[in-house]
């Protein structure tokens, strides 16, 4: 059974860091690109970054050069470090894992408040 785990949300002050954290379970990740994906009230969820099994990233317009998408194939777990941040990058943030052999994953989310 998959499943995946974010942790590391909380409230910080803009400006401040986080790095949120989520572990998948199962045999999934090695094989599968690995997203961050969030969702502001009232707003659709939207990509926020990835990272192919091969390590090719790729990033919102808006947080590049601020967020960091990294991948521990070993202890199947994906990061993002995110610097810099700002009230706009409040949302519940979830991760997700896509391959063609496995389909789609999605963790229950991890609130990030940024306060001004």
């Known amino acids: 059974q998959v499943q995946l785990v974010e942790s590391g949300g909380g409230l910080v002050q803009a400006g401040g860091s986080l790095r949120l954290a989520c572990v998948v379970s199962?045999?999934?990740?090695?094989?599968?690109?690995m997203g961050w994906y969030r969702q502001a009230p009232g707003k659709e969820r939207e990509f926020v970054a990835s990272?192919?099994?091969?390590?090719?990233?790729n990033y919102k317009a808006s947080v590049k050069g601020r967020f960091s998408i990294s991948r521990d194939n070993v202890k199947k777990t994906g990061y993002l470090q995110m610097n810099t941040l700002k009230p706009e990058d409040t949302a519940v943030y979830y991760c997700?894992?896509?391959?063609?052999?496995?389909?789609?994953?999605w963790g229950q989310g991890t609130q990030v408040t940024v306060s001004s």
């Open positions: 990272i192919t099994s091969g390590g090719i990233t």
């Open positions: 997700n894992t896509r391959s063609a052999i496995f389909g789609d994953y």
């Open positions: 199962g045999n999934v990740f090695a094989s599968s690109t």
